[in-house]
């Protein structure tokens, strides 16, 4: 597992993302060297070429992160990653054309620059073969021995998604005297052999330690010699953080997580997201005000020319302060006569219109104001409503840490989660805020924003 500015990612994603980032740079000078010969390169061309290489190379990976091909939870088929290859390469097809129109001095010619994208696209297709026919090898997998059968190991069967044991055999669990056995029964070893001969025997690389008290019959020597032969061992909130992304509740004591690293909120971090934000929401505000009065039009047709085409609504916002969040109206206009409740699949109360703008986000469009008034940041947790946070407040550990940052328009949560109507997945999405707001960066929020896009070209979680 990498931490990259305090971000977890697995260690086969960026061994992926280093190769496709080079096959790439190399499909560029490819298409350069393919498309003109050392005599017609002139001194200012060659001069900028390996900023040009530099802005292709990026673009393209930029495009790839958004469209999903990086994401931790990625489970598609070889012939559904390359549709989305397809997909990315289109993406970043019209965004060099933007930036080569802005900055014609980035250009390299027509002709080098579909062969350079060309041969990029049958570059990625070979790595991604490559990268899919190894993931699953003892070349790229360690084997892995969970200490404890109790709840605390039971927690580790609800990683049921292929992509969480991405790279991970799981060997076992250990059973500890006095363990109340939780998990599933062929799974558990049983021996009285010592702990480090277990360890050669099943050849494992890593021990994930999952005792739910530390009694006395608590192998402490045993790990700690295994340990210093080079067995990685893992406290099982530290293997759910690196593996899924999240802070998992049920494996935190509320006296370690007085202990727990990150959190940090120090002012440099506060004041560069402030700043970042107020750019982009004016950034976002000039290019998306030209779509205001199409929304406008399509609202008041749809539902009367009499009724509102904005909803304001009183969310819960940083250190608990009440703020009005903006949005399209998307729903009929007495959507909530009968009081305050989740949105639905399916939802009977959205309209034709809504349902666009929902599943596009451009409902959301409004809630740039509110970034740049300063009641929300563009990455956090989403804000939730006052009737409903009371509740859950009141059944879910840690639940009031969400607000110690502003909620966000987008947030990690919405990335890794789908959309959640009842308590069960406000727990869920809990665990990726959590993970958020520990482990803040502004990668972390760039890599938030560029993997948003996904959601959106693939409408994930829309309701």
Not at 303 to 310: A, I, L, Q, T
């Amino acid at each position: 597992m990498s931490r990259i500015f305090g971000h977890y990612i697995p260690r086969s994603l960026t061994i992926l993302a280093f190769f496709e980032f080079v096959a790439v740079l190399t499909a560029f000078y490819s298409g350069v060297g393919l498309r003109f010969s050392n005599d017609s390169i002139t001194p200012e061309f060659e001069e900028l070429l390996h900023l040009k290489a530099a802005v292709f190379s990026v673009s393209v990976f930029l495009s790839m992160v958004a469209v999903g091909l990086y994401s931790r939870s990625m489970r598609e088929g070889f012939g559904q990653i390359i549709v989305k290859l397809v997909v990315g390469m289109f993406l970043a097809f019209f965004a060099l054309v933007a930036l080569y129109y802005l900055s014609p001095s980035w250009f390299v010619g027509r002709g080098a620059f579909v062969l350079s994208l060309v041969i990029a696209f049958f570059g990625l297709i070979g790595v991604r073969y490559l990268y899919s026919s190894l993931i699953d090898t003892k070349l790229m997998t360690s084997r892995v021995l969970v200490i404890g059968t109790g709840a605390m190991a039971r927690q580790l069967q609800q990683l049921k998604r292929r992509s969480d044991w991405r790279g991970i055999t799981l060997v076992g669990f250990f059973h500890l005297r006095g363990d109340q056995d939780e998990v599933e029964e062929e799974k558990i070893i049983r021996s009285e052999q010592p702990l480090s001969k277990l360890v050669t025997d099943y050849g494992i690389d890593e021990l994930i330690v999952a005792v739910d008290e530390q009694r006395k019959n608590y192998p402490v020597d045993e790990i700690i010699g295994c340990k210093m032969k080079g067995i990685q061992v893992t406290e099982i909130s530290d293997f759910f953080e690196k593996r899924s992304g999240r802070l998992q509740i049920d494996t935190l004591h509320p006296s370690r997580f007085i202990f727990i690293e990150g959190f940090n909120q120090d002012y440099t971090r506060i004041v560069v997201k402030r700043f970042v934000d107020i750019c982009l929401s004016l950034l976002m505000l000039l290019i998306t005000v030209p779509i205001y009065p199409i929304l406008i039009f399509l609202i008041k047709k749809e539902s009367g020319w009499n009724e509102p085409v904005f909803y304001s609504q009183v969310r819960v916002g940083q250190d608990e302060e009440n703020f009005v969040i903006h949005k399209f109206r998307s729903m009929v206009v007495d959507a909530e006569q009968q009081g305050a409740q989740w949105a639905s699949k399916n939802d009977a109360r959205v309209t034709k219109v809504g349902n666009v703008m929902r599943k596009t986000r451009l409902d959301e469009l409004p809630q740039l104001w509110n970034v740049l008034k300063g009641d929300m940041s563009f990455v956090g947790p989403r804000p939730e409503r006052p009737e409903f946070v009371e509740k859950l407040a009141e059944n879910i550990p840690y639940y009031r840490m969400r607000h110690r940052v502003k909620p966000g328009i987008t947030g990690w949560a919405q990335v890794c989660y789908p959309y959640g109507d009842d308590e069960k997945d406000a727990k869920e999405k809990l665990q990726y805020d959590l993970y958020y707001i520990k482990n803040y960066s502004v990668f972390l929020d760039l890599a938030i924003l560029a993997q948003t896009a996904q959601v959106i070209l693939w409408q994930k979680g829309a309701r």
